[in-house]
């Protein structure tokens, strides 16, 4: 048989090979939890596709690729509080990187990182602002949500998000 009797297959048509097929799961998985004096790991925004109750202490809030929260952490020992630690998070599409989290799985975008008593309560505070504003902090722009993690560490002063770049960022969305 010569090469031009060989039949053509459009690339298209040919199956993926395996090592290229994402073997992450569809949805990203947060574990909360409260004990109460002890800890508490809870979601300060975000829009889960689901929640499973594993138990009277835990649960896991599961979210869509794409999809942005922030998740809150708040330890205690025996002398007083140990740690405090917000993260606002992507869930990371199919072919993404994705940054290990202790308590997120497959792993996720840290789009902020807030560590300490203060910085924790500066972010609590730019949250209530913008949904005392009448905005979703789920949807906020998410180079907002890194300029803010990027002035947190630089000790810089942190921008306000107004209403009127929720609404040019959400009218591109919707032209997109």
Excluded at 30 to 35: E, R, S, T
Excluded at 63 to 70: K, L, T
Excluded at 121 to 130: E, F, H, Q, T, Y
């Amino acid at each position: 048989m010569t090469a031009p009797d060989l039949p053509r297959t459009h690339p298209a048509a040919l199956p993926w090979p395996q090592a290229a097929r994402p073997d992450r799961p569809p949805h990203m998985r947060v574990a909360l939890a409260f004990v109460e004096h002890r800890v508490n790991l809870w979601l300060g925004f975000g829009k889960p596709v689901r929640e499973v109750v594993l138990d009277r202490w835990r649960r896991v809030a599961m979210f869509a690729p794409g999809s942005v929260c922030c998740r809150a952490k708040w330890i205690v020992n025996d002398r007083g509080t140990a740690r405090w630690q917000l993260m606002v998070l992507q869930a990371p599409m199919a072919f993404d990187d994705a940054r290990r989290v202790i308590g997120v799985t497959p792993g996720a975008r840290i789009l902020l990182l807030a560590d300490g008593e203060q910085q924790v309560k500066l972010v609590l505070a730019l949250v209530d602002a913008i949904e005392a504003a009448g905005m979703d902090a789920s949807t906020v722009d998410v180079t907002y949500w890194r300029t803010v993690g990027d002035r947190l560490t630089a000790c810089q002063p942190l921008p306000a998000y107004t209403a009127e770049q929720y609404a040019a960022y959400r009218a591109v969305g919707a032209l997109q």
